[in-house]
């Protein structure tokens, strides 16, 4: 009887096991990786000349679809630095440094409506002279819905430092202007 017992008790075991392993995961890795930045690029909308963009760094990140078809994305050991200038004029510098997680959430399948958030130091520019004009740290999220004509941003969470000023962003173009 008790061997009976045992070898039952050993059955459950390895039923309970395989099904728990078995089981569909909530949300299975889909892609994942590390990534080496060197990036130039133009910004337009700040100033009223074109700015140049040019980045240098790294990223670890992994993305993800749950079993709603949602994609979530996390990019993690954030570690990038980044100059901006007039295009044409790359002897006037001003460098930003971004740290910290970041990532999006889709809230529906087709990536109309997502939440964005960013934990960290994700900009901050100092102009010698003003001293710091833009910065931002701490926690932020922010909820977008495009699903209509036009987007509509809703900050869901806005923690730490916030210095991202009409007033700042008039003090870099006059810094940075040809």
Same mark, same amino acid.
């Given at each position: 009887? %008790? %061997?009976i017992a045992m070898i039952l008790s050993i059955f459950v075991? &390895? &039923?309970l096991a395989v099904l728990f392993f078995s089981a569909p995961?909530?949300?299975s890795v889909k892609d994942r990786g590390t990534e080496e930045i060197d990036d130039t690029w133009d910004a337009y909308g700040y100033c009223e000349f074109i700015l140049t963009a040019h980045q240098v760094g790294s990223l670890k990140w992994s993305g993800y679809t749950d079993d709603e078809g949602c994609y979530h994305f996390r990019i993690? #050991? +954030?570690n990038f630095r980044q100059e901006i200038y007039a295009q044409g004029y790359p002897d006037k510098v001003l460098k930003l440094r971004f740290q910290g997680p970041f990532g999006w959430d889709d809230l529906t399948p087709d990536g109309s409506v997502w939440i964005e958030w960013m934990k960290g130091q994700w900009q901050h520019i100092t102009i010698p002279g003003y001293g710091t004009v833009l910065g931002r740290a701490g926690n932020l999220a922010v909820k977008w819905d495009c699903s209509g004509d036009e987007c509509i +941003? #809703?900050?869901l969470k806005l923690v730490g430092l916030n210095m991202y000023t009409p007033e700042?962003?008039?003090a870099m173009c006059d810094y940075l202007r040809p």
């Open positions: 009887m %008790k %061997k075991i &390895a &039923a995961a909530q949300a993690s #050991d +954030v +941003v #809703d900050t700042g962003v008039e």
